[in-house]
């Protein structure tokens, strides 16, 4: 999601300058309220977002050790930035923060930023850690919000045209061309280089060869080329 917001600087700007003036209004520091806003729009549309966003908000104050910790716990300043999470949450879910247009190009981003993430980690030199679950979408917080129990299930039934089923046929493919050509992924050079809208990923290692484009956001990217 934040990502995926930095696409979009002007929609940002906005969107960090009300949750620093909704902070002030809260008497809380602005940097609260920025961290309340991610915390908020990494949940949008997630299950028991409220009760997970009062778990992690308590926990980070506390290590942040600013408003509180966890010594000496502040339960009013934690209440209150939790509030204020859960009020730009609900203005997510219910529009008030975005425009159709706005809320429409940054799923369309987020989604893209998605797939190209797997791609870039499963075509890169070294071994891919695919945490349990994250061969779908899997959106968590820190600990222990990223430790709930992992729903198979659904990644074994999933619509083939969502983006969780879509992230999970591409991490198959590409363990799948991994496996039909070790020595290439384990050994060869890596080349990754911007082109248009995409990166693409080259591997090569004598006569073997592979080839990936990877759709981006936006060309914004620059033209630089790397290699190892």
């Not at 700007?13 to 940097?31: T, W």
């Not at 939790?82 to 879910?93: G, K, P, S, T, W």
Request: proline share 5%.
């Amino acid at each position: 999601m934040l990502v995926a917001l930095s696409h979009f600087p002007a929609l940002a700007r906005r969107l960090y300058d009300k949750a620093r003036r909704q902070a002030r209004e809260a008497n809380l520091p602005e940097g609260w309220g920025l961290y309340a806003l991610q915390t908020a729009l990494m949940l949008a549309g997630e299950p028991e977002a409220h009760e997970r966003i009062a778990d992690h908000i308590a926990k980070a104050m506390r290590e942040a050790k600013d408003l509180s910790r966890h010594e000496l716990p502040d339960e009013a300043a934690e209440d209150a930035v939790i509030q204020l999470c859960r009020n730009l949450h609900h203005e997510y879910a219910a529009g008030g923060l975005l425009h159709p247009a706005e809320r429409d190009a940054l799923r369309a981003a987020i989604e893209t930023l998605v797939l190209a993430q797997a791609a870039l980690q499963l075509t890169a030199p070294g071994i891919p850690d695919i945490y349990q679950g994250t061969e779908g979408v899997a959106i968590g917080l820190t600990d222990p919000d990223n430790r709930r129990a992992v729903d198979w299930a659904a990644l074994e039934t999933g619509n083939a045209t969502t983006l969780a089923s879509r992230k999970t046929e591409l991490t198959r493919a590409l363990l799948a061309r991994r496996r039909s050509q070790p020595d290439l992924f384990a050994r060869g050079s890596y080349t990754l280089r911007t082109e248009d809208d995409a990166w693409v990923v080259e591997r090569r290692l004598e006569e073997e060869s592979f080839t990936l484009r990877i759709p981006c956001p936006s060309s914004q990217h620059g033209s630089s080329t790397r290699k190892s």
